[in-house]
């Protein structure tokens, strides 16, 4: 499976700001000596041209040569650098380059990514451009271009677990059918005020594993029947598995245990593999009180990822006796 990462670009936070940057280079690490037969590679940044199939021309400027305002920079959340404009131009282009991994080979991921506060002309959240959204119209547009299928039949689906909801990704394409967008998140977390997706999930404080999965079951069963319903299954998903649903987490104020978030992806994966449709993996967010618990949790992620692509290729050889033990819910490969 191809693994892609921008750990190396980073960018220096005052002292006590509550973003865990280092967990990037963590997970890089843990990744690198505990899977090692992951393609484990560095992406190209995103062009503004890229860029601009999503964020509006004025923004972007404003990212690149440095002219956000006091106002923007606050609600983004960071201080501007040219370290941040160029680490939001390289997670974008590890979302992409995770998304045609994807199309070829089944599963794919990056080891950061998911900023899905950002708007097509603003950021928020702590995030400036929205790879996801970036990388879903790229591979329509390249798919398109290559011939495969008209730009309207590729179909996107972005679910989305992160414990917040996805609002600036719901936004961009609220009047865009050829992407359906699926947000399971905190209902009384932030943004205090949501914008309509497709398919909204909200959940209390203090959501544990059962009812989690529950909600998590029925949204994906609906949500792909409503997709097949208005106009054909999605050819590529984007999955944002954030770490933040966990009950270690800071921010997140959800109940999830170790092996709920387990269980959690999981389902996912075995969902889109048993209906054959390629998903990119993103990390989202992930605050824990520990950051290494947080790290813990994204490594086992990309390990369940890999897991899936290899059940993809029709090979359980090398999985887990307790994934290949699940492996008829990825159907006759």
């Known amino acids: 499976m191809q693994v892609f990462s921008n750990h190396r670009y980073t960018v220096a936070l005052p002292p006590g700001h509550r973003f865990p940057m280092p967990k990037y280079a963590l997970l890089h690490d843990r990744v690198a000596a505990e899977c090692p037969a992951l393609d484990l590679a560095e992406a190209e940044p995103a062009s503004e041209g890229e860029l601009a199939l999503v964020h509006t021309p004025d923004y972007i ?52 990514g998911g900023t899905h506060h950002a708007y097509a002309d603003k950021g928020s959240g702590f995030c400036v451009f929205n790879d996801v959204a970036v990388a879903a119209r790229l591979m329509q547009a390249e798919a398109h271009r290559q011939g495969r299928t008209p730009r309207r039949l590729l179909r996107v689906w972005v679910i989305d677990l992160d414990v917040h909801q996805g609002n600036g990704t719901a936004a961009i394409f609220r009047d865009d059918p050829s992407v359906f967008t699926l ?51 999605p050819g590529l998903a984007f999955y944002l598995a954030g770490a933040d649903p966990h009950e270690g987490d800071r921010l997140g104020r959800l109940k999830l245990s170790d092996a709920g978030l387990a269980e959690r992806d999981r389902r996912v994966f075995d969902f889109l593999g048993r209906h054959r449709v390629p998903v990119a993996v993103v990390m989202a967010g992930g605050y824990g009180h520990d950051i290494h618990t947080t790290v813990a949790v994204q490594l086992r992620t990309v390990q369940l990822g890999q897991a899936a692509w290899r059940a993809w290729q029709g090979d359980d050889s090398r999985v887990p006796a307790t994934l290949a033990q699940r492996r008829p819910l990825w159907g006759a490969l």
Do not use: M
Not at 68 to 86: D, K, M, N, V, Y
Not at 91 to 107: H, K, P
Not at 199 to 218: H, I, K, M, N, R
């Open 183 to 233: 947000s399971l998140h905190g209902d009384k977390n932030f943004p205090f005020r949501k914008e309509a997706g497709d398919q909204d999930v909200a959940l209390p404080d203090g959501c544990t594993d059962a009812p989690y999965l529950a909600a998590l079951d029925e949204a994906l069963a609906r949500g792909w029947q409503r997709q097949c319903t208005a106009g054909g299954a």
């Open 61 to 112: 400027g404003a990212v690149l040569q440095g002219t956000l305002s006091a106002a923007a920079q606050r609600e983004i959340g960071f201080p501007w650098s040219e370290h941040l404009a160029e680490r939001s131009r390289r997670s974008v282009g590890a979302t992409i380059a995770a998304a045609r991994a994807a199309l070829a080979g089944g599963v794919a991921a990056q080891l950061a």
